[in-house]
């Protein structure tokens, strides 16, 4: 248990008010250099997701054509019609995307499941951090931009689809997720630092609706051109 996981999840909503959250909803448009490297530049730039909180599902519509949505879980990614009808399936995805580097090209399933297993963790994050299995602590601070940010390292449990088993998030003086450190072997593995801001409350859960992900330097600085992914959130609904 850490005093700042639970300082980060009450500065975001709070535990209680989160558990009473089924599913989020939310309008976006995701681009930036790496897509078009995986040879998908402009299919993620108006999505819909919808994204379970109890469990881990995600869905985007329209994913890649107008009709279809996709369907990521741990173990399996979908791409179906909008009424359910099966058009591609794959079981153990990320086994897909063994012996990729950072320029192997993407098909459309590696995009679900990468677009999906991200997007889950992005929205469901801090809260996750409070589930069985997942380890925090807090560790040396942090000076970026010229403001000192404490920081929280999270590993996570083998269950969970995510970038890599240990996470670093960077606190601002509000208690927000103002940064994260990681990388990402199924896009190649490069050191990320990804940029949250512009929280907006929507019905007591704060969330980002900026973030920019970028290459980081082996002294942890962020190199700030190009913008690997960019997501930009327009709108989020809690049922």
């Not at 999505?47 to 399996?76: K, L, M």
């Not at 940064?179 to 190649?188: I, T």
Request: overall charge negative; proline content about 6%; some cysteine.
């Amino acid at each position: 248990m850490s005093e700042l996981r639970d300082l980060v999840i009450d500065a975001h909503g709070g535990i209680e008010r989160w558990n009473k959250v089924k599913a989020i909803e939310g309008d976006m448009s995701i681009t930036g250099a790496m897509w078009a490297r995986k040879g998908w530049p402009d299919a993620l730039e108006a999505v819909h997701v919808t994204a379970d909180t109890r469990n881990q599902w995600i869905s985007y519509r329209p994913f890649i054509s107008e009709g279809t949505c996709s369907v990521c879980t741990p173990d399996r990614t979908l791409i179906e019609t909008q009424d359910g009808k099966p058009i591609k399936d794959r079981k153990n995805p990320r086994a897909a995307f063994d012996g990729h580097t950072v320029e192997t090209p993407w098909d459309d399933l590696n995009l679900a499941y990468f677009s999906g297993y991200a997007m889950w963790n992005y929205l469901n994050a801090p809260f996750i951090f409070a589930l069985s299995g997942f380890k925090t602590e807090e560790i040396e601070p942090w000076l970026d931009n010229g403001e000192k940010r404490r920081r929280l390292k999270v590993v996570f449990p083998d269950h969970i689809a995510t970038h890599c088993p240990e996470q670093i998030f960077h606190v601002n003086g509000d208690g927000l997720i103002c940064r994260m450190d990681y990388s990402a072997p199924v896009a190649g593995g490069a050191p990320t630092a990804h940029y949250l801001s512009e929280h907006k409350d929507f019905s007591g859960i704060m969330i980002a609706t900026k973030r920019r992900a970028l290459r980081r330097k082996a002294d942890g600085t962020a190199i700030p051109d190009p913008v690997f992914v960019a997501i930009d959130i327009t709108d989020i609904r809690l049922s």
